[in-house]
């Protein structure tokens, strides 16, 4: 099973992107969390990308693609994955879709955490804020200020991917403001169904 899960940031796809992991024995592919990783280990990739993302703007297509062609030829990704973060771009999208074609690979379903992004803001903060009281490590750029360029971010250059994807028949959309296991719930009813279930947005059905 290969999927896509996309979503504004704090919409909780990191969250169900493990679960679904999980449950089908697939790895979670997060290009934020790889990217966070060679920051933490000050690798040249960390070097270059450290402080684009401490400013919340989106790293470079050619960079995240090459992490992304490595990860998806690794042994554990023969079965399947689910990608969280990534594509970010419609040019990210375009070249994955090459990528996969050129390995002779489909994408079974794209799925999105449909949140209103006025709550986005407060979610976050609200998050950063209980995770510093239980003293656990906040991620840098869940800032104020950061979390606004990355809201942007998204608006302008990943919400564009929803049309591209719905267009592909391959995207299906589910309340993102539901409590986190009812939103596993219809993601795997999503995942599971032999048809897909209508797409809230447009109606529009993934072929079996
Ligand atoms: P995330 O953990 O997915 O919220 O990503 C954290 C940060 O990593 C983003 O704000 C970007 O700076 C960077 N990043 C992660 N994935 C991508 C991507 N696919 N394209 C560009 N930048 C990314």
Redesign the pocket.
């Known amino acids: 099973m290969r999927l896509v899960i996309l979503g504004p ?1 704090g919409a909780g ?2 969250t169900q992107a493990i679960r679904i992991a999980e449950r089908l024995g697939i790895p979670q592919l ?7 990783s060679a920051v933490e280990a000050r690798t040249k990739l960390g070097e270059q ?1 450290k402080g ?10 050619s ?2 693609l090459g992490i ?1 062609a490595e990860r998806i030829e690794a042994p554990e990704a023969q079965s399947g994955f689910i990608l ?6 419609i040019g ?1 999208a375009v070249e994955f879709d090459k990528m996969l074609a050129e390995r002779r690979l489909l994408l079974d379903r794209v799925l999105n955490l449909r949140v209103d992004e006025h709550v986005l803001f407060d979610r976050i903060v609200t998050r950063s804020r209980q995770m510093a009281e239980r003293g656990e490590a906040v ?1 840098r ?1 869940d800032n104020p200020e ?1 979390l606004r ?2 809201l942007a ?1 998204y608006s302008e ?1 990943t919400a564009p991917l929803l049309d591209y994807y719905k267009r592909q028949g391959l995207l299906i959309s589910v309340d993102g403001l539901q409590p986190i296991d009812i939103v596993t719930d219809r993601l795997f009813a999503v995942i599971n169904a032999r048809i897909a279930a209508p797409d809230e947005e447009n109606g529009s059905r993934h072929p079996s």
């Open positions: 940031p796809k990191g997060s290009t934020g969390e790889m990217l966070r990308t684009i993302m401490e400013r919340g703007h989106l790293v470079p297509d960079i995240v992304v969280d973060g990534f594509p970010r771009t990210q991620r750029d950061t360029r990355r971010a250059e």
